[in-house]
């Protein structure tokens, strides 16, 4: 790759990439993982200077691509100065210290990488904690690596063994941190159980928007909603979940959240940490895939969000797969043949809003079943009656006689039950 060049990069943060293809990866594979890992690295403020694939059977347990290897590319990287070096698989605590002492410049891995992006973006108290806790699991084996200026200060007047005792005190304070954040995110979890039930209550079909990040997911819900959600076409530009109602064809009403974004090589930890928030993935009547048919990785990233899906046990939801950015030739051309391989599956353009009825219609017909469309008149005298079904129930209209109330609604089927006496015809 070319040096830093242009002025917009002259202040950013220098970085190489290293990829390594193991035993069961095809190069393109790797290729296609740095090219995602170059994209992360400019959604952190970075640029990247330079790349290596480095072809290895298994990890090196000490150095991870072998000492021999990584003196190679330090020689490259003591000429060329790169501020950081990143690697495309997590690391090791042990891995990323000797290779902190050959490259003498600070080592990063993919999950670090993500942490950080996920840092800069997170906006609400409960994603901001998500992210602190995701960051400091990742700190905490890692602990020994931030003291080791401390193990060369060794005797000396004012320097007996101070690096061991605070390195109890660092993990013991993290420790800690780590119990106060998730009892908080706890408050956080129940507060959204009881904003569930309360939609369970009063009947809204509850659909989630869920696919690999700048797949489109935002551009989609701004589309049909008018959120105005950030949609930057960049990696994971959303990270707080946003619902809106939306009003479909036939008068029925859904709840549609925007969710944060999958990708390969997910950290575990960051999945643990935003499990109050997938929750609302878990909780969906209906899961809509967002897909970037354009995308050159397109079935490789299919599989990574179903991998997710699978982790938080949302992967036996019925899924509505969009095939999105068929405005551009690519995704033209991809559409078919993904179509052929995955179930019900429709096209639409978020961007210019293409697609958006077929994709409506649908959603009408996947949500039918879970309402019933009932006209019904009922006396007057059963006011709790009419007052629960007000509760529960999308109105359509409602006129009063004089000893009874027309109410024309979609009830829950679940509830529709009591109301069957007082229906008349259609």
């Avoid at 150095?63 to 690391?91: M, N, Q, R």
């Avoid at 106060?180 to 979890?189: A, H, N, S």
């Avoid at 959603?363 to 006209?375: A, T």
Wanted: glycine share 6%.
């Amino acid at each position: 790759m070319d040096p830093v060049n242009s002025l917009s990069d002259a202040h950013k943060e220098t970085a190489l990439l290293i990829g390594v293809q193991h035993r069961d990866q095809t190069l393109a594979d790797i290729e296609d993982t740095l090219e995602e890992l170059a994209q992360l690295t400019d959604t952190a403020g970075g640029v990247v200077v330079g790349d290596f694939i480095c072809r290895q059977d298994k990890p090196h347990p000490g150095h991870y691509i072998g000492k021999g290897k990584a003196e190679e590319i330090a020689e490259w990287v003591a000429v060329h100065k790169p501020a950081t070096v990143i690697f495309d698989d997590e690391l090791s605590p042990a891995q990323g210290r000797n290779l902190e002492k050959i490259f003498k410049t600070k080592v990063i891995d993919r999950t670090q990488m993500i942490l950080d992006i996920f840092a800069q973006h997170a906006r609400t108290k409960e994603g901001c904690l998500q992210i602190e806790l995701a960051q400091l699991g990742y700190l905490l084996p890692r602990l020994r690596r931030m003291w080791t200026h401390l193990e060369r200060q060794k005797g000396g007047i004012g320097m007996h063994g101070p690096g061991e005792s605070q390195l109890e005190t660092d993990r013991r304070r993290i420790e800690e941190r780590m119990a106060r954040i998730r009892k908080d995110l706890t408050q956080v979890q129940r507060h959204r159980q009881e904003l569930r039930r309360g939609r369970r209550r009063h009947g809204w079909a509850l659909a989630s928007l869920v696919g690999y990040t700048n797949a489109g997911k935002s551009t989609l819900l701004n589309a049909l909603t008018d959120a105005n959600v950030k949609a930057y076409d960049q990696l994971f530009a959303t990270l707080d979940p946003t619902t809106r109602q939306v009003e479909l064809p036939d008068n029925q009403s859904i709840l549609l959240t925007d969710t944060v974004g999958f990708i390969r090589k997910l950290p575990h930890g960051l999945v643990e940490s935003f499990k109050a928030t997938l929750e609302e993935v878990v909780e969906a009547d209906l899961l809509i895939h967002v897909i970037d048919a354009s995308h050159p990785g397109v079935e490789n990233q299919i599989k990574a969000v179903n991998a997710v899906l699978e982790e938080i046990g949302a992967v036996e939801k019925p899924v509505l797969n969009v095939l999105n950015k068929v405005d551009l030739p690519a995704g033209q051309e991809a559409a078919p043949r993904l179509a052929r391989l995955l179930d019900d599956t429709l096209t639409v353009s978020a961007r210019d809003k293409q697609g958006l009825d077929t994709l409506l219609d649908a959603l009408c017909d996947r949500l039918r079943d879970r309402n019933r469309h009932m006209r019904l008149r009922i006396p007057l005298s059963e006011g709790k009656k009419i007052a629960t079904l007000k509760g529960v129930a999308n109105i359509l209209s409602e006129e009063y006689e004089d000893d009874a109330a027309r109410i024309d609604a979609y009830i829950p089927a679940r509830l529709s039950g009591p109301y069957e006496p007082y229906e008349i015809e259609h």
